[in-house]
């Protein structure tokens, strides 16, 4: 069974870093389409970034454009998420998805829809 296994998420203070990183040790990885999406308390699930089954396209939501960057290292079978200059609001849990290739497109691999493993979530807090 395909089960994304997330790590790296923690306490930072504003302004901090932290790398995510989300492994997928069954299923053929390099054929998957991945994303990262994250669920605050009270709020819904929301797209933070995505990338293509092959690397070659990456997507991020305006919110985190310029602090957040994705990767990923098929031969590892992992994704990473580098995360900068956190502030408060980007405290949630993240949740790591992968699914089979998709249209290439920021519509199409920001629905969480688009993907059929899931991992069970870190959680990440920013403290002010």
């Known amino acids: 069974q395909v089960q994304p296994v997330e790590s790296g998420g923690g306490l930072v203070q504003a302004g901090g870093s932290l790398r995510l990183s989300c492994t997928v040790s069954?299923?053929?990885?390099?054929?998957?389409?991945a994303a990262w999406f994250r669920q605050a308390p009270g709020k819904e699930r929301e797209f933070v970034s995505a990338?293509?089954?092959?690397?070659?396209?990456?997507y991020l939501a305006d919110s985190v454009k310029g602090r957040f960057s994705i990767s990923r290292a098929n031969a590892k079978k992992s994704v990473n998420l580098q995360m900068k200059n956190l502030k408060p609001e980007d405290t949630a849990v993240y949740y790591c998805?992968?699914?089979?290739?998709?249209?290439?497109?920021?519509?199409?691999?920001?629905?969480?829809?688009?993907?059929?493993?899931w991992g069970q979530g870190t959680q990440v807090t920013v403290s002010s």
């Open positions: 998805a992968a699914g089979p290739r998709n249209y290439n497109s920021r519509q199409i691999l920001g629905a969480a829809g688009s993907y059929m493993y």
């Open positions: 069954e299923g053929t990885f390099s054929s998957y389409d």
């Open positions: 990338i293509t089954w092959s690397g070659s396209s990456t």
